[in-house]
């Protein structure tokens, strides 16, 4: 079995303040880990993805998140958040023929 | 390449009456997934379908079912609707290389009064 916890609900960061959003998960087989975002009134979209190799993982929007096995986490970072990051970030994992699971999402709230 | 598209975005229903939601995937990709999105529970997967047939189903009722054409187009069908049934409702589609990375549609809204 697998499951994902995101530890954050929401977290409240003023403009080009660096942020960290956390993600903590269980599985008993390798996994594959995700972060989504998502806008209002819209669907997700892929942030990054970790399938193996490096455990810093670059993604789009400049987010980057580490893969850390001993901790089970995959922690999403960004040095400087804009106004526009302001959304609801899912990080998911899936292993082996396992079906995705996402966590409950944190909502990214960014103030000028 | 355009991305998934779902049809309706919104839709309202009431209780007792069924509806269909329709997906088109990414051209060239044959792995469709639906979900459920609600404030309370999160992201739930509903099902997998992979070349027109069902690959993976989720804890849901008999309610809920799908169906995926030879194009990749998938559609869900909800029955007797119940006001539970409102949120949105996803669609992702996977390319043939990996089925691990999902595109998602926007979604369609369902609103049951």
């Known amino acids: 079995a697998q499951s994902v916890t995101q530890l954050d609900s929401q977290v409240p960061v003023f403009e080009e303040a660096p942020v960290e959003l956390r993600c903590n998960y269980s599985?008993?087989?390798?996994?594959?880990l995700f972060w989504y975002v998502q806008y209002p009134n819209q669907g997700l979209q892929l942030l990054l993805k970790y399938l193996s190799g490096s455990t810093l993982v670059k993604g789009i929007n400049g987010f980057e998140a580490e893969f850390n096995k001993s901790q089970t986490s995959f922690h999403l970072r960004k040095p400087s958040v804009h106004i526009s990051d302001t959304a609801e970030y899912f990080c998911a994992v899936k292993s082996g023929s396992y079906i995705p699971t996402f966590g409950r999402g944190t909502s990214l709230i960014v103030h000028p | 390449k355009a991305g998934v598209t779902q049809t309706p975005r919104y839709l309202i229903k009431t209780r007792g009456q069924q509806v269909t939601l329709s997906c088109s995937p990414i051209s060239g990709h044959r792995s469709v997934s639906w979900y459920q999105q609600t404030p309370g529970q999160g992201l739930q997967f509903l099902f997998e379908y992979f070349s027109e047939t069902q690959r993976n189903k989720g804890n849901f009722p008999g309610r809920f079912s799908g169906r995926q054409f030879s194009n990749s187009r998938s559609e869900m069908n909800v029955s007797t609707l119940e006001l539970g049934d409102s949120a949105l409702y996803l669609c992702a589609s996977s390319p043939p290389s990996t089925t691990d990375t999902q595109y998602f549609g926007p979604g369609t809204r369902l609103t049951v009064l």
């Open positions: 599985s008993s087989v390798s996994v594959y």
